[in-house]
């Protein structure tokens, strides 16, 4: 495991005084957080609300050293806060380990535990290599209840219990379409029900245990895949004109996939995410606003899961027409040391968009 520590001498004498009433439940004032996938995209905004909010020292877990190093400088730079980067490859159980015990010993403690770090493949079904599903399964979901076992250990110990929420997706709750995504969906699905499992089992302990699921997100994770298919998550087709559009339809045809879909309703509000839209669910499931929720799944995704794949009938008829190209394989990243270590100071910040 690596690790990189940003500490602040003391806050600033002209700090404004926390908010009275309903407002102050939305705080995090004093608590360590700790993000895995932090280094960029969904986690590391998310890391920023709960900055945002007050909380006292900031931890990042994940496998991106140079991503990892210049966030926590972001963080330390623009909140005055404690900030420290551990490098860990999560699908390393041993690491995570050493990881949370890390932050606990750097902090104090651990009160809020936030899981991003997670991969996708469009793979068929049919020829997915076994190495590429388990990689899948090894990150989303044994990753996180690495992080969560570890995490709520220490919350368990301490007596005061804390906050786990874990990143599912709306593909825990319907089949995309039309790529291939097996083994992301099973992960998400089982991140789901982790969560359900281990809210259930830590209630006593006062360790609530929530996921969000979100839906297409303009993230370096959807970065990969082709712009048509892209094109056919966010369309939006008003409802009154839904009938005369369900003639139509979307060819396509690239290098990694061939299907023809009914171009129909995907995303109602037209778009795809951006990255901070998870903020405000994340910051309200790690606060004392969400004192009595736990076990819940806060789903995302401008009401795409409504939708979610067009009818069988229409997938029937369509496959039999629809012409095949060969699939696409996306090559597995180098791998990396599960740790290593080094010192920083930090820079000014700057803009981070994914």
Not at 72 to 100: L, M, N, Q, T, W
Not at 218 to 229: A, G, Y
């Amino acid at each position: 495991m690596s690790e990189t520590v940003i500490t602040s001498a003391a806050t600033s004498t002209g700090a404004p005084q926390p908010p009275r009433g309903i407002m102050s439940k939305f705080r995090l004032d004093g608590k360590i957080v700790a993000v895995t996938g932090g280094a960029r995209g969904l986690g590391y905004e998310m890391l920023r609300a709960f900055c945002e909010a007050g909380a006292a020292g900031a931890a990042i877990i994940d496998v991106l050293q140079e991503y990892g190093e210049e966030a926590i400088k972001e963080i330390h730079a623009e909140f005055g806060i404690p900030a420290s980067f551990y490098r860990v490859d999560v699908r390393d159980h041993v690491a995570v380990e050493e990881a949370i015990n890390g932050i606990v010993r750097d902090f104090g403690g651990i009160d809020v535990l936030l899981c991003s770090a997670g991969v996708a493949d469009n793979l068929p079904a049919e020829s997915y290599p076994a190495d590429r599903f388990k990689r899948v399964i090894d990150i989303n979901l044994n990753g996180v209840f690495f992080a969560c076992q570890a995490a709520g250990n220490h919350m368990i110990a301490s007596g005061k219990g804390g906050s786990i929420i874990n990143i599912a997706s709306m593909s825990g709750h319907i089949v995309n379409y039309p790529q291939p995504q097996s083994a992301y969906n099973a992960s998400k699905a089982a991140v789901i029900h982790l969560s359900k499992s281990l809210a259930a089992e830590w209630a006593p302990h006062k360790v609530r245990v929530n996921t969000i699921s979100p839906g297409y997100m303009n993230t370096v994770l959807n970065e990969k895949f082709d712009p048509l298919l892209k094109k056919a998550w966010r369309t939006r087709v008003s409802h009154a004109n839904l009938d005369d559009k369900m003639g139509l339809i979307l060819q396509l045809n690239t290098a990694s996939f061939s299907h023809t879909c009914h171009l129909y309703e995907r995303t109602p509000v037209g778009r795809m995410g951006h990255v901070n839209e998870l903020s405000g669910a994340a910051l309200y499931l790690a606060c004392e606003a969400s004192a009595f929720c736990t076990g819940t799944d806060i789903i995302i995704d401008g009401d795409a899961t409504r939708f979610g794949t067009p009818p069988l009938s229409s997938l029937a008829r369509l496959s039999s027409s629809a012409p095949r190209c060969p699939r696409a394989r996306v090559s597995p990243p180098a791998s990396s040391p599960a740790s290593s270590s080094s010192s920083l100071s930090p820079p000014p910040r700057t803009p981070r968009l994914l």
